[in-house]
C-alpha cells in the first residue's frame, strides 16, 4: 500500500512539475529527456532486460549450428527477441555457434514486408545496442517458452509464416 503511495505521490510530482516548465499538454520528446537528464543526475542507468539467460544458453548448447536445418516450422525456438516501439522486426533464436556468444543463427521477420523474411546470422550485440527514445530498442518475448515450435511461436506472437513452408 505504501509502495503504491509513492509511486502515486511520485506521478504527480513528476507531471506537476513538467505543467511548470512546458504548459499543458506534455511534449513527449520534454517528458523523455526529462526523465533521462532525471536518470543521469542520479547516477541511474536504464535497466535492460537480458536478451539471452541461462536456460536460452544451455538450449542453445544443445542446439548447434546446422542441428535444425530443414526442419521449418518443427524448429525449436530458443527465444523471441522483438522491438517493442516499432514491431517492424521480430528475431526467433534457432541455434548458437560453439566459437561465439555473440552471434546466433535464427529466423527473422521483417514486419513491413513479409516477404523479405529470412534465415541468418544475428548478432546479439548489435541488437543490444540499438537504443530507441533512450530506451533499449530489443526486447525478449517472456510469453514464448525455450523450445516452443517456431510455427506456434508464429502463430501466437501473430507473425507471418512463410509461404514456402507449405
Sequence with gaps: ?????RSK???????KSLHKNVGTPIDKTYLI???KNRNKQRGNKMAQQKLITAEVKKFL???PSGSQDGLKGEAKVACRLFCPFSHAFTWYILEGYEDSDNIVYGYVVNNANPDFSEYGDIDLDELKGLKQFGCPAVERDVSIPVGMKLSD???QSSDPKPDWWD
Design 153 to 155: 511461436a508464429l502463430e
Design 33 to 35: 529527456n526529462y526523465i
Design 9 to 15: 505521490v511520485s506521478a504527480q510530482y513528476v507531471s
Design 1 to 5: 500500500m505504501l509502495e503504491a503511495r
Design 61 to 63: 548448447a544443445k542446439h
